[in-house]
């Protein structure tokens, strides 16, 4: 018997699934994981091909998605930037005719959300979304796996978010915290607070879970009663020219011992969706220091390799997740209801 539960389906936005449903696939994510930690085959794409199209780069979602599909008995195929003219030299409703009738699955990481949007529409098989510019559903499903393994569980759970409120990572762990019941606070300068629309569906959301959402200015009072604290780049990909300005916004907001020293609960956790500037030993980082005097950015050393760090737990995660919804959608498997 074919389960219609998530056959078929697209993983655009979390929003598109049910607290049960993303609940069930974290919990099928944290079942395949313990299967690949003991070497059991599960092959549940045998014979399927999986394009991965790639318009930004990537270290985890790429050898994420990579793995995924070999464990899975699939066959990735990636596609860089320079392998793909989405809305340059061709469209995306033909790009999505041709690439849909060619493979049983569609990753894309890319720019904007329309354009995911359009290949779920007219590519005819699984579109999932490996970042756009407004999401990035995939890395939720491996944030919120790694809190339920740690505290095992995500209802009441008080997440604390210190960084910018407008970006792809905030909007979606609002969002999905408050679709799950995780109480979710954003700690966030006056001038970067979240899109009013983004705000106005998560409280939507938080209404039926039972989830508080709110926004702050004082990073204090966001940490103070945090469970897990999560901190993201302070600009990313294409935004390198606000630097000067995010600096001088964001260093209040820095995940640091000082910070760190007011959260109650000693086992607190710190999270971050990867790669993180956190010293000055990258060619980057060193050329963010010569230019605005800063040895590191949204979180310092003493927090990201301490024992409350568990960013590279969540890195893993991101595979083992991603074959969950590959496997759920695509997959021939049996589930009766959720």
Not at 108 to 133: I, M
Request: hydrophobic residues 40%; contains cysteine; proline residues 4%.
């Amino acid at each position: 018997m074919r389960s219609s539960v998530f056959q078929g389906r697209h993983l655009l936005s979390t929003r598109d699934y049910s607290k049960a449903e993303l609940t069930w696939l974290i919990g099928f994510a944290e079942h395949l994981k313990d299967m690949k930690k003991h070497n059991i085959p599960h092959h549940y794409l045998e014979g399927k091909n999986i394009a991965l199209l790639f318009e930004k780069s990537s270290t985890r979602t790429r050898s994420a998605f990579t793995t995924a599909c070999i464990d899975l008995g699939a066959h990735p195929e990636y596609l860089g930037k320079n392998d793909i003219q989405l809305g340059r030299k061709e469209t995306v409703l033909d790009t999505a005719k041709v690439l849909g009738s060619m493979f049983d699955g569609i990753e894309f990481r890319g720019f904007k959300q329309e354009h995911v949007e359009q290949l779920a529409e007219y590519s005819g098989v699984p579109v999932w979304n490996g970042l756009t510019d407004r999401e990035h559903p995939t890395q939720m499903l491996a944030d919120f796996m790694t809190i339920k393994e740690y505290f095992g569980k995500l209802e009441g759970i008080n997440l604390a978010y210190c960084g910018q409120g407008r970006n792809n990572v905030q909007n979606s762990l609002m969002i999905t915290s408050a679709i799950l019941g995780v109480n979710y606070v954003n700690a966030t300068p006056k001038e970067l607070e979240p899109d009013p629309e983004i705000l106005a569906v998560a409280r939507k959301f938080a209404a039926e879970s039972g989830a508080t959402i709110r926004v702050t200015n004082d990073p204090v009072d966001a940490v103070e009663n945090a469970d897990a604290v999560y901190a993201n780049v302070w600009a990313a990909m294409g935004e390198e020219s606000k630097f000067a300005e995010r600096v001088r916004l964001m260093k209040p907001y820095q995940v640091n011992a000082e910070l760190v020293s007011h959260i109650k609960n000693p086992d607190w956790i710190f999270l971050h969706c990867l790669p993180a500037f956190h010293n000055a030993e990258t060619e980057y980082a060193a050329k963010i220091k010569e230019e605005h005097g800063i040895d590191a950015m949204e979180v310092t050393d003493d927090v990201f390799y301490s024992d409350h760090g568990h960013q590279f737990e969540e890195a893993e995660n991101r595979m083992h997740t991603i074959k969950a919804i590959m496997a759920a959608t695509l997959g021939d498997l049996y589930i009766p209801y959720v």
